[in-house]
């Protein structure tokens, strides 16, 4: 059964940074090319994200381009978003998700405020 659990969510200042990462488990973590998405209250879902299963190639969003990092670790079955320079408009629900495997996790709840 896949199964994907986020966490590092929180309340942060503007400015600040987060690390967010996703556990995989029941299923090839490594076959899978991963994605971060975003929603907001009121907002339409976006993908934030993107990285290949084993080359890490990495794509992003405009909005998080040179502020967001993704990366995983294969090993550990564990996904990353390293975001910097956060700013109020990135708060949102943030979802990592398997490609292959049409799955999402729960989500975490990342607020920036002062």
């Known amino acids: 059964q896949v199964h994907l659990v986020e966490s590092g969510g929180g309340l942060v200042q503007p400015g600040g940074s987060l690390r967010l990462s996703c556990a995989g488990s029941?299923?090839?973590?490594?076959?899978?090319?991963m994605r971060w998405y975003r929603q907001a209250p009121g907002k339409e879902r976006e993908s934030v994200a993107y990285?290949?299963?084993?080359?890490?190639?990495?794509d992003y969003a405009d909005s998080v381009k040179g502020r967001f990092t993704i990366s995983r670790d294969n090993d550990k079955n564990t996904l990353y978003l390293q975001m910097n320079s956060l700013k109020p408009e990135d708060t949102a629900v943030y979802y990592c998700?398997?490609?292959?495997?049409?799955?999402r996790g729960q989500g975490t709840q990342v607020t920036v405020s002062s």
């Open positions: 029941g299923f090839a973590f490594s076959s899978s090319a």
């Open positions: 990285i290949t299963a084993t080359t890490g190639f990495a």
């Open positions: 998700y398997a490609l292959r495997y049409n799955y």
